[in-house]
């Protein structure tokens, strides 16, 4: 299965700020996905990043506070703009690399301050 | 719309003894894949276990051991001879293939005495 290099592993981040958050994998896969986690909670999906398009975003989320950029099969960003407190949750990156076995990055705990 | 419904929060269990997560869905689907995902407290998610809709056998992976029943929706996770290690949420999640996206449930906590 692939293997999921994410960071920054943690962060503190003063409000109003920005913070790009990235995943590498050590296989070209077709399709990333972002996953947000709020303290205590499940995993939430935030958006799907295809290689040479948009990516797509689950209802709630929208471009303008988490932009995405997907520029190889290898590699994608997830941003998280203009943050406040409620930002401050786990960012997780996934990937299925073995067919239909999702392997996911360590992920990113941010806190908003 | 899938829904994954995990309903109990948490649960414990003595080491070395048989303990029994549940988790129920909702699809009108027909080819799907669920899948039982632990998260330690590193959180780390990690896949335990996968069960693909089309097999009627249940899925078995060393220790942990799927109770598909496919007519009923629910399909949960048995650990064997659970250890100290098997501490950590368990996440039951649903996947059709048509959009290649996991719809989680919201978890439980299990917690191995010792």
């Known amino acids: 299965s692939a293997v999921i290099s994410q960071k920054p592993s943690r962060d503190i981040c003063q409000r109003g700020t920005s913070l790009t958050i990235q995943c590498q994998v050590d296989s070209q896969v077709t399709m990333m996905f972002w996953y947000r986690q709020q303290p205590g909670q499940s995993l939430t999906l935030i958006a799907t990043?295809?290689?040479?398009?948009?990516?797509?975003?689950e209802s709630g989320f929208v471009i303008d506070k988490f932009p995405i950029s997907r520029p190889n099969l290898t590699f994608s960003t997830l941003t998280v703009s203009n943050m406040s407190p409620e930002d401050s949750s786990i960012y997780l990156c996934?990937?299925?690399?073995?067919?239909?076995?999702?392997?996911f990055g360590s992920g990113t705990r941010l806190t908003v301050v | 719309a899938q829904t994954v419904t995990q309903s109990q929060p948490e649960m414990s269990v003595q080491e070395a003894e048989t303990v029994t997560l549940s988790c129920t869905y909702d699809?009108?689907?027909?080819?799907?894949?669920l899948f039982w995902y632990k998260q330690p407290p590193s959180r780390q998610m990690i896949l335990v276990i996968r069960?693909?809709?089309?097999?009627?056998q249940n899925a078995t992976e060393n220790r942990f051991s799927v109770n598909f029943q496919k007519a009923a929706k629910s399909f949960s996770l048995k650990i064997s001879d659970s250890q100290l290690g098997d501490t950590a949420m368990y996440f039951c999640?649903?996947?059709?293939?048509?959009?290649?996206?996991?719809?989680f449930g919201k978890g439980i906590t299990l917690s191995v005495r010792p």
């Open positions: 999640a649903f996947m059709t293939g048509a959009n290649s996206k996991l719809t």
């Open positions: 069960q693909e809709a089309y097999k009627q």
């Open positions: 996934s990937v299925d690399a073995a067919g239909r076995r999702y392997t």
């Open positions: 699809t009108s689907e027909s080819n799907y894949y």
């Open positions: 990043a295809n290689q040479g398009s948009e990516a797509t975003y």
